[in-house]
């Protein structure tokens, strides 16, 4: 997935590494979704200091993407990853936060479907031309959400 995002992964600094250990550093997890074939998605999250789960690696495999699938698929990973986290934590977690880029608009797409909503913006982020979207749901608002719209999908 490292190109799919602006700018891509591995241009940025410290490259896709950096990434990881972000994610080690912050004591977060990381969840994979996969079926025979291997890993089909994936995203990672922690838990700030201000009690927001912060997610980023948000991703499914190419070929899965624009007939639905990946979209069900970022779903299913968000609502079992949120799940566990409540189960394991429960009441830490007040809301959900993350970024995107305004042009990505199957993204823009899902995140308005499951309730998050934009609450800033910054334009020429990190690249030229590049407008962060900054957005934030409601934690349990959110869990519940997945969990409708995830019922009956397969795990
Ligand atoms: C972001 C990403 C996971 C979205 O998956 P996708 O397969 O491209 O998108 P989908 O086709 O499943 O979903 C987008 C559309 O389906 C809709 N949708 C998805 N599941 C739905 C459901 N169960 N019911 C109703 N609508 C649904 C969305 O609202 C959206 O609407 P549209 O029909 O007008 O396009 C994928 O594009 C990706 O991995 N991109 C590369 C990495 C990336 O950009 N990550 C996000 C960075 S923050």
Redo the contacts with the bound molecule.
Sequence with gaps: ?DK??IPALSLRGGGIDAFIETVFRNEGRTWLARDESGPV?SLSFWLTDENMVYV?F?????D????????????QLMSTALQAYERENPGDAVGIR????ES????I??Y??LGFTVVGKKENDMVEGRTTLFYEGEFSLIRGRLMR?THGLCQ
């Excluded at 948000?58 to 190419?62: D, F, K, S, Y």
């Excluded at 899965?64 to 779903?75: A, E, F, Q």
């Design positions: 997935m799919d995002f998605g980023w948000i991703g499914v495999r190419a899965l993407r624009g007939t639905l699938l990946g979209g069900r698929v970022i779903m993350f970024t995107t880029w990505n608009s199957a993204a797409r899902l308005r479907l719209l």
